[in-house]
């Protein structure tokens, strides 16, 4: 089983930046799709970002294109999200999420992924 950790979440003015952290257990860190969703009061888990276990390629949903970057770290066993430009509409609960099979390409589908962190709170003020 693996575990996901969330970290860096908090309150920022609109415009502002925050970086989240996502770390993992396990030996097989490097295998794994992973990818960030977002979920607002009363909406649904919506996707925000993936990255590719092999090759490092990218996935962005078009509200966060340009301001917010995926990367990822497989020595620390940790995923970051780099959040710039930071809206109101941004705010939401933010998770990230694994995806084990080894796909070869990515998904912005919640169903297609394995492991789920708790969460942090993202809250921007405007």
């Known amino acids: 089983q693996v575990q996901l950790v969330e970290s860096g979440g908090g309150l920022v003015q609109a415009g502002g930046s925050l970086r989240l952290s996502c770390a993992a257990s396990g030996r097989t860190f490097s295998t794994y799709n992973m990818g960030w969703f977002r979920q607002a009061p009363g909406k649904e888990r919506e996707f925000v970002a993936a990255?590719?276990?092999?090759?490092?390629?990218?996935l962005y949903t078009d509200s966060v294109k340009g301001r917010f970057t995926i990367s990822r770290d497989n020595a620390k066993n940790t995923v970051y999200l780099q959040m710039n430009s930071l809206k109101p509409e941004d705010t939401a609960v933010y998770y990230c999420?694994?995806?084990?099979?080894?796909?070869?390409?990515?998904?912005?589908?919640?169903?297609?992924?394995?492991?789920w962190g708790q969460g942090t709170q993202v809250t921007v003020s405007s």
């Open positions: 990255i590719s276990w092999i090759g490092g390629s990218t």
């Open positions: 999420a694994a995806d084990r099979r080894r796909r070869l390409f990515l998904s912005r589908n919640s169903h297609e992924y394995d492991y």
